[in-house]
T-cell receptor, first 115, second 115 residues
Framework: KAGVTQTPRYLIKTRGQQVTLSCSPI?????VSWYQQTPGQGLQFLFE???????NKGNFPGRFSGRQFSNSRSEMNVSTLELGDSALYLC??????????????FGPGTRLTVL | AQSVAQPEDQVNVAEGNPLTVKCTYS??????LFWYVQYPNRGLQFLLK??????LVKGSYGFEAEFNKSQTSFHLKKPSALVSDSALYFC?????????????FGAGTRLAVHP
């Protein structure tokens, strides 16, 4: 079974621009979560989508948004980019049983650099 | 609030020796704990999880973890380290408040296995 895929793998943007990242979950997985990884803040939860609905959201400004499509693929968007948005953005998928046994499997990430 | 702590930034081990990567947790309610590994320029790979049951959990690549409720610890172990085990290891706890798939990560521990 193919794993979680994320595109693009690398992005360079300038301050003030916006960016869209894409994530395709493992086949059959309906939950997609997004995390930001930086050297200073570590791994931080952005949001989770299940059945096209945002189920949970972390403590990030409204510039960070996402959506999920009917095929469970997900996108996240960051508007008005700031230097501090430079990070590795990780997508994780899970079956989405809503139980505590649900395990998240991560993609390779998108490395975003904001200049 | 749920949290995990990884008290060691780096662990150095000689190849063939046993390794331990430490993790302590703080949760309200039952703990649901995970270990992930990250290789350079890669996403996170799932190693193992504790949901309930046996305190010794076996995972991928020969890793295991010991859950200790009285010490609120979930240490990752391997009987014989390989140079290829050198990577960044993350302990995580599921945050059950408001949703099922939000993971709270520790800061990570860099494992260096020397030949």
């Amino acid at each position: 079974k193919a794993g979680v895929t994320q595109t693009p793998r690398y992005l360079i943007k300038t301050r003030g621009q916006q960016v869209t990242l894409s994530c395709s979950p493992i086949s059959g997985h309906r939950s997609v979560s997004w995390y930001q990884q930086t050297p200073g803040q570590g791994l931080q939860f952005l949001f989770e989508y299940f059945s096209e609905t945002q189920r949970n959201k972390g403590n990030f400004p409204g510039r960070f948004s996402g959506r999920q499509f009917s095929n469970s693929r997900s996108e996240m968007n960051v508007s008005t980019l700031e230097l501090g948005d430079s990070a590795l953005y990780l997508c994780a998928s899970s079956i989405g049983t809503g139980t505590n046994t649900d395990t998240q499997y991560f993609g390779p990430g998108t490395r975003l650099t904001v200049l | 609030a749920q949290s995990v702590a990884q008290p060691e930034d780096q662990v150095n081990v000689a190849e063939g020796n046993p390794l331990t990567v430490k993790c302590t947790y703080s949760v309200s309610g039952n703990p649901y704990l995970f270990w992930y590994v990250q290789y350079p320029n890669r996403g996170l790979q799932f190693l193992l999880k504790y949901i309930t049951g046996d305190n010794l959990v076996k995972g991928s690549y020969g890793f295991e973890a010991e859950f200790n409720k009285s010490q609120t610890s979930f240490h990752l172990k391997k009987p014989s380290a390989l140079v290829s085990d050198s990577a960044l290891y993350f302990c995580a706890v599921r945050d059950g408040t408001g949703g099922y798939n939000k993971l709270i990560f520790g800061a990570g521990t860099r494992l260096a296995v020397h030949p």
